[in-house]
Structure formats: C-alpha cells, structure tokens
C-alpha cells in the first residue's frame, strides 16, 4: 500500500493557469507570454517545476465557463496536480463564490494554490484568509465596472445615442441612434395618466391591447405595462 500511494505521489505535478481577455490580448503586461514566463519563474525560485500550463485566450473571468479551467478543476479533482500557480487572482476567476470553491476544492485535494501578484500560499491559514479578503474585493471591483458601464449606457440613452440595447417602447431606431416615436409616446403618456389617476397595470394592459398598441411585437400584460412605466426611458420622457 505505501509503495502504492508513493507512485501516485509523485504522479502529481505543478501546473500554471494563464487567461487573457479579448481587450487585453495585445496590452504590454498581460500577454499569455510575460504571464507564463512570470510563473515560470516564481515557480523555480521555489524550486518548483511547472510541467503544464493551462491556458484560456479571450475568455473574460466572470464566470468559469471556460475550457481551460474546466479541464485544470478536472485535474485537480482527480488528484494529479501538486500545485496551481497564477499571476493574479483575477486571471482566475473574478466571482468570489468561484474564487472559494476552487479554494475548497485545492484544500480537499491538497492543492497549493500560488499567486504571484498577491504573494499568497494557501498552504498557510493566513494566505487561506488573505486570499478570500482579495477574492471579496476582485468581486467588488467587477461590480462597480458593471455599473460604470450602465451609467454609461443610460446617459447615451438619455442623449439618444449610441444605443446597442433593446429599442425601448416609444422610439424606434436610425442606426444605433433612438428617435422618438410620436404613435407610441402618446400611448406612452396616456399610460402614465392612466396609473397616476389610479388605473392597475392590468387595466392600462386591457385597455392597450383594446386600442391595438403595439407592445414589440408581444401581448401588454400588467408586468410589461409595469416594467415600460418604470423604464428609465419613460421617465426621463415624462420629465
């Protein structure tokens, strides 16, 4: 049994994981190349071999949908992996949930999990603790771009420009810029009569699927009625 357990030990290798997003392929500082080379090199400063890296090219972090990393969880989970060295926490996932289930997963199959950038080794309770602190604010970080990017798709909305969404109802479009449609802002406005005299949003649904508006091309129902009455469009068309 020992001589057993032995040839399976060392059976086990270190690998890297390397990801670069689409709009960071050609960035100095990102590349698959330097991150590869980086690994490399912490790895032998530890007197560690890497003998594979896994590599997703174009795949952003948000989720683990990805072929490469499917295929290092599946290694992992099969017990041939010693240790899993990355640049940086976010080239590995940037979802927190992700970022602990992978930790989880190292731990139960006595996985060191290296990064280069944050200095972190799980194989220490305080790297275990440093590790989820960064995972919290990777996280955060990608949830204050998010919203970033919806402020600045609602101010090109605002100015009718540049709008690649859903056309809202009330404009119709000429080419990524939104004009007001004049049939569907009256609707818009006897609508917001409607509920602001008291009418539920069933009722204004009746009575606009009676009069023939068109609702994209689907019947108005309370929750659609609800949703176009609540639109950020609709009210900055009644302001």
Same mark, same amino acid.
């Given at each position: =049994?020992?001589?057993?357990? %032995?040839?399976? #030990?060392?059976? !086990?290798?270190?690998?890297?994981?390397? @990801?670069?997003?689409?709009? #960071?392929? *050609?960035?100095?500082?990102? /590349?698959?190349?330097?991150?590869?080379s980086r690994l490399q090199a912490l790895a032998q400063a530890?007197?560690?071999?890497?003998? @594979?890296?896994?590599?997703?090219?174009?795949?952003?972090?948000?989720?683990?949908?990805?072929?490469?990393?499917?295929?290092?969880?599946?290694?992992?989970?099969?017990?041939?992996? /010693?240790?899993?060295?990355?640049?940086?926490?976010?080239?590995?996932?940037?979802?927190?949930?992700?970022?602990?289930?992978?930790?989880?997963?190292?731990?139960?199959?006595?996985?060191?999990?290296?990064?280069?950038?944050?200095?972190?080794? %799980?194989?220490?309770?305080?790297?275990? &603790? &440093?590790?989820?602190?960064?995972? $919290?604010?990777?996280?955060? #970080? @990608?949830?204050?771009?998010?919203? !970033?990017?919806?402020?600045? /798709?609602y101010d090109l909305r605002s100015k009718r420009q540049v709008?690649?969404?859903?056309?809202?109802?009330?404009?119709? !479009?000429?080419?990524?810029?939104?004009?007001?449609?004049? *049939?569907?802002?009256?609707?818009?406005?006897? =609508?917001?009569? &409607?509920?602001? #005299?008291? $009418?539920?949003?069933?009722?204004? $649904?009746?009575?606009a699927t009676q009069n023939g508006i068109r609702a994209k091309? !689907?019947?108005?129902?309370?929750?659609?009625? @609800?949703?176009?009455?609540? /639109?950020? &469009?609709?009210? =900055?068309?009644?302001?």
């Amino acid at each position: =049994m020992r001589g057993r357990k %032995t040839q399976v #030990e060392r059976q !086990r290798i270190a690998v890297g994981y390397c @990801r670069v997003s689409t709009r #960071e392929q *050609a960035t100095e500082g990102h /590349s698959l190349a330097a991150q590869e080379s980086r690994l490399q090199a912490l790895a032998q400063a530890q007197g560690v071999t890497i003998d @594979r890296v896994f590599v997703d090219a174009g795949c952003s972090g948000k989720n683990l949908k990805r072929q490469a990393v499917a295929e290092l969880l599946a290694a992992i989970a099969a017990g041939s992996i /010693s240790a899993l060295y990355i640049c940086k926490l976010d080239r590995l996932c940037r979802n927190l949930e992700d970022l602990l289930a992978i930790v989880r997963l190292c731990g139960k199959h006595d996985v060191a999990l290296v990064s280069a950038s944050e200095s972190i080794d %799980t194989g220490s309770p305080a790297g275990k &603790m &440093m590790l989820s602190m960064l995972g $919290a604010f990777a996280e955060f #970080e @990608r949830a204050q771009i998010a919203a !970033r990017i919806s402020d600045v /798709s609602y101010d090109l909305r605002s100015k009718r420009q540049v709008y690649c969404g859903g056309t809202p109802f009330g404009y119709t !479009r000429q080419g990524s810029t939104l004009v007001p449609d004049p *049939a569907q802002q009256q609707a818009l406005a006897t =609508m917001r009569r &409607m509920h602001a #005299e008291g $009418a539920s949003y069933r009722q204004i $649904a009746s009575w606009a699927t009676q009069n023939g508006i068109r609702a994209k091309g !689907r019947a108005w129902y309370a929750s659609s009625i @609800r949703d176009v009455l609540r /639109s950020k &469009m609709s009210a =900055m068309q009644a302001a």
